[in-house]
């Protein structure tokens, strides 16, 4: 008894891919298959994956842009990317000859060459790779193989296992190795029809569905399931496209041009589980995205946008093709961090590298590196005293409140960079204080700072003891001895660091200096002569004090502008003052002199 049992198990599993109709091409468009009974030899051969497999799933659908209602590799563009239907004869070696057509269509559309007779041997991998005609094969074993040894050309190792006899793999042209087409990676797609459509986009896409024995009667149209029939076995296609408003996917077979739609059927979604065993494969190399830095403190990490996925540091994916756009994506958007440049290595090429996004090309493996650069402020204190070089003594100063993207070195933790202080006329250096994503102390000058993101740094300047008026200038001569002394070292300041600091301001400062100089001297004498008078003068200063910190606003904010922010900030020393000192008197004489002839004439 247990004899019989063991010799009906082999004939039902040699039953079972050996024995499928054969069927008549159609083209006439139908919603339900033709049939016929007509029957010969055709192969099955695919293997549900081992309980213990681990799947990770990709989802590719894409929100953007909207995926075509209807598609078709074998009609895209006006080409057929879809190379010719094969025949595996009566071997279980469907994995090998679906395999083979998803990886030869995958390379006439990765080199853009749809009328490439491109022909690879489905014999040396199923040989080589593991498969057997009466047991079949699995769907990750055959990609593994491609991934990692590829195959060669069919006149390497032509296809004979069609007698449904197993071909050894020493079969294979002695130099097959150096004749391989392999691809860089493959992935199980989402079982969804929105995710399989979308993976169709980038390729034909390998499947395996429960083939019923209604499914041996097919001819045309798209087949559904009768309901009634019952497993005749597991067969291992090429979905080539979809038509949404029909429901179906078209599907390459391997079961030669005589059958079905010329090699070629339409089946319902969801039938036979079609959608629960998809591959997508891809044959651009691999390409590592790198960012610097990649993780800040208290910030989300950087990253970089590209191939339809985002990427943190170390990240990888195969999904790229040949030609792909890259976006660099700071750490924050807030203004801290800007993009600095690419860095690229291996088989990455950019077409620029302070472009983003930039438009790069992967001929081979490769890496692409993102460089975010911080903001660094610059404060002054006294903020009207002094400057800042960054990098080295030799750079421009920056002024109180300027800032820049550390553009003159990459961006690394611990990266040291030299701060000097530019010591006004007559002021002493105190020392350093940095906050933020900066650190510094001491009162060394220059000093080394350590960068390690956003941050400000400050210089701090001892001012020097107010003058003794010489007593040629009528301002310092009335504040000497006053708590309004210290005010005309900011003054000073303001003319001299601020509005004289560009050509056009120094321009400026001369030409007011000449004019003022030329009647100061002696009213200074006059002021200094007299307690009284020193002191009224005193409060006639009051409101300029006013007026040159509004002047050393107006600089600051513009400081980027160069002399433009000088000429609008003496423009407003000058307008302000003429409206305090000449136009505000004058209309008040006129207003008291309107006043006292209106008295006159009514008495």
């Known amino acids: 008894m247990k004899v019989f049992a063991v010799l009906l198990i082999v004939f039902s599993i ?31 051969g695919w293997l549900p994956e081992p309980v213990t497999t681990t799947r990770t799933t990709v989802t590719t659908t894409r929100t953007y842009p909207p995926l075509p209602e209807r598609f078709d590799w074998t009609d895209y563009q006006g080409h057929d990317w879809v190379t010719p239907i094969r025949d595996q004869g009566g071997c279980g070696s469907c994995v090998a000859f679906a395999t083979v057509g998803v990886v030869e ?47 060669p050309d069919e006149a390497c190792y032509p296809y004979g296992s069609g007698d449904g006899n197993d071909r050894p793999c020493s079969g294979s042209c002695p130099d097959w190795s150096s004749r391989t087409y392999k691809i ?63 429901q179906y996917w078209k599907v390459k077979n391997s079961w030669g041009p005589d059958w079905g739609e010329n090699g070629f059927f339409r089946i319902g979604f969801g039938e036979g589980g079609i959608e629960d065993n ?9 390409v590592t995205f790198n960012t610097n830095p990649s993780v800040y403190p208290g910030m989300p990490p950087s990253t970089v946008s590209a191939c339809g996925g985002i990427f943190t540091d170390g990240q990888s994916t195969t999904g790229c093709g040949r030609v792909f756009s890259a976006t660099g994506n700071p750490p ?4 801290d961090w800007m993009f600095n440049h690419w860095e690229w290595g291996g088989g990455v090429s950019c077409t620029s590298d302070t472009e983003n996004p930039a438009n790069c090309t992967a001929t081979d493996t490769g890496t692409l590196k993102a460089v975010y650069s ?27 409140g300027q800032y820049l993207y550390d553009q003159n070195l990459p961006l690394e933790y611990s990266n040291q960079v030299t701060a000097c202080a530019n010591v006004p006329q007559g002021y002493t250096f105190s020392g350093w204080s940095c906050d933020g994503g900066l650190s510094c102390s001491g009162s060394s000058n220059p000093t080394a700072a350590v960068l390690t993101g956003p941050g400000s740094i400050t210089a701090v300047f001892n001012p020097p003891s107010p003058p003794v008026p010489s007593g040629r200038c009528v301002i310092a001569t009335a504040a000497y001895g ?16 601020m509005i004289a600091s560009t050509t056009s301001g120094r321009i400026l400062v001369d030409a007011w200096n000449g004019f003022y100089y030329s009647w100061s001297p002696p009213v200074a004498s006059a002021i200094a002569a007299n307690e009284w008078t020193q002191r009224a003068f005193r409060v006639l200063l009051t409101p300029l004090v006013g007026i ?42 006129k207003s008291a002199l309107k006043h006292r002839r209106s008295r006159g004439s009514r008495v």
């Open 14 to 44: 040699v039953t079972l891919f050996t024995t499928q109709p054969s069927f008549v091409p159609s083209q006439q468009p139908s919603t339900t298959s033709t049939v016929t009974t007509t029957t010969t030899h055709k192969g099955l």
């Open 105 to 151: 269509a995958q390379y006439r559309i990765y080199y853009n060459r749809s009328d490439w007779n491109i022909d690879l041997s489905e014999q040396h991998l199923f040989s080589c790779g593991g498969g057997q005609c009466s047991f079949g094969w699995y769907l990750s074993s055959a990609m593994d193989y491609m991934r990692d040894s590829g195959t």
């Open 184 to 246: 860089s990676g493959w992935n199980w797609v989402n079982p969804t029809v929105p995710d399989i459509e979308a993976a169709l986009m980038t390729g034909p896409v390998l499947v395996a569905f429960t083939v019923h024995y209604d499914f041996f009667s097919y001819t045309s149209g798209i087949y559904h399931w009768d309901g009634s029939s019952g497993i005749a076995g597991g067969h291992a296609v090429v979905i080539v496209g979809y038509d949404n408003a029909y």
């Open 278 to 286: 998809v591959i997508s494969a891809s044959l651009a190399p691999p």
């Open 332 to 335: 924050s958007e807030t203004g």
């Open 374 to 400: 911080a903001k660094v402020t610059f404060y002054t204190n006294p903020s009207t005293a002094g400057s800042i070089s960054w990098g080295a003594c030799s750079e421009p100063g920056r002024t109180n």
């Open 482 to 497: 006053s708590s309004m002394a210290p005010e005309v070292l900011y003054m000073r300041n303001v003319r001299d660091q």
């Open 548 to 589: 040159i910190h509004a002047t050393a606003a107006v600089y600051s904010a513009l400081a980027w502008a160069g002399d433009t922010a000088s000429i609008l900030a003496f423009a407003t020393a000058v307008i302000l003052s003429t409206t305090v000192y000449v136009i505000t008197p004058a209309l008040v004489i």
